[in-house]
């Protein structure tokens, strides 16, 4: 996806705003505070109807304000499109090409989006949850039915959870099977998914990080030397005790190491957004490959704790990947080694104004 303009009111800190950003990288500047981030929350609010910043949407709405909305007029492939999201109390409505979205899933398939900000670091850090859904999300764009199975396996996870929290293992065990069934395509997806990341990603690791043997493994959830089926009811009684299932997709994780050794014990947080990075970019090209549209890629801060020296390896990465960029800084200075031209906007106390 290409967005061609950009459009709202109402939103966060900006006044009524408007953008053209080009198809490369864009980058927007200005002071803390200013509303830099708040660009980029209105791209991702337009492309998956929520916020990355908070988890309730009624956050995006201004102060004072009524509502909020957010327009884009963009291209995937060669047919233009135009999108709203709509966001008020209670209620968020979102449209495509003046007719209204009833799904979710299907408005996220249009937008392939990404974020690299000062959460990155969560990726290493904060454990398994954080990389399920980075991996959820790549297979989700390029394995057409996975959004089927993840919604089967979680339908039948929370009907069997219910079961064994009320004590009852015969109805626990009419849901294992449905549990199993779906565990095991979503974990088909994961695994070919990963390997093809940790193809796409070897070169990044080897050209910023030579000195760390970094390296990605993919871990399903439950032993493979057994079915999953059998698992449940071998466990079956401890579930009941714990009050949900012990293993299965809900558990797997995608671990990012150093030497063999988890990455947050031997990298730096600088080398640490870099790894996240690497991983990003890999993704967006197995998103681009796979799908035939473009990702957009929104990196806040990005000369945060980064030197010259990899800042100009990391932004001729993000010209030479197939995304469309957003990029946010206080100084533009900072952003250097380009072998094209940005186009550049400027914000000051909310107002965003593009310059020349």
């Known amino acids: 996806m290409e967005l061609q303009e950009l459009r709202g009111e109402g939103f966060r800190n900006l006044s009524v705003f408007s953008l053209n950003p080009g198809s490369g990288i864009n980058v927007i ?3 803390n505070g200013a509303g830099k981030t708040s660009v980029l929350e209105a791209v991702y609010f337009l492309a998956r109807a929520k916020s990355f910043r908070a988890p309730r949407s ?3 709405i201004q102060r004072g304000a009524p509502r909020c909305w957010v327009f884009g007029r963009g291209e995937r492939g060669s047919v233009a499109h135009r999108f709203g ?3 008020e109390p209670g209620r ?3 449209r495509l090409n003046g007719e209204d979205v009833r799904s979710l899933s299907e408005w996220a398939a249009f937008w392939p989006v990404e974020v690299i900000n000062s ?3 969560r990726f290493v850090v904060d454990g398994p949850a954080v990389r399920r859904s980075f991996l959820n999300w790549g297979v989700f764009h390029v394995e057409h039915q996975y959004g089927y199975h993840w919604q089967r396996f979680r339908r039948a996870l929370q009907q069997c959870n219910g079961a064994l929290r009320s004590g009852d293992p ?3 065990a009419s849901w294992e099977g449905p549990v199993a069934d779906a565990a095991e395509a979503l974990d088909r997806g994961r695994e070919a998914f990963s390997a093809r990341l940790e193809q796409a990603v070897v070169g990044y690791f080897a050209r910023w990080l030579p000195e760390h043997d970094v390296s990605i493994r993919y871990r399903r959830g439950w032993r493979r030397d057994g079915s999953l089926l059998e698992l449940f009811r071998q466990s079956r009684d401890q579930a009941i005790r714990m009050g949900h299932l012990l293993q299965g997709p809900q558990r797997a994780d995608l671990q990012l190491l150093s030497g063999g050794e988890e990455a947050q014990h031997r990298l730096s947080r600088g080398q640490q957004k870099v790894a996240v990075m690497a991983l990003t970019l890999a993704k967006a090209q197995l998103i681009a490959e796979a799908s035939g549209t473009e990702p957009i890629l929104l990196v806040d801060d990005l000369p945060a704790e980064l030197d010259e020296v990899r800042r100009k390896d990391v932004l001729g990465a ?3 990947v197939d995304a469309q960029v957003f990029v946010t800084c206080i100084e533009p200075q900072t952003i250097v080694g380009l072998d094209g031209t940005p186009t550049w906007f400027h914000v000051e106390h909310g107002r965003l104004a593009t310059m020349v």
């Open 58 to 60: 009624e956050k995006v």
């Open 170 to 172: 015969r109805l626990a």
């Open 29 to 31: 500047y200005g002071d």
């Open 119 to 121: 959460e990155a670091q």
């Open 85 to 87: 999201v709509q966001r």
């Open 92 to 94: 968020t409505r979102v």
């Open 318 to 320: 993000l010209e030479q």
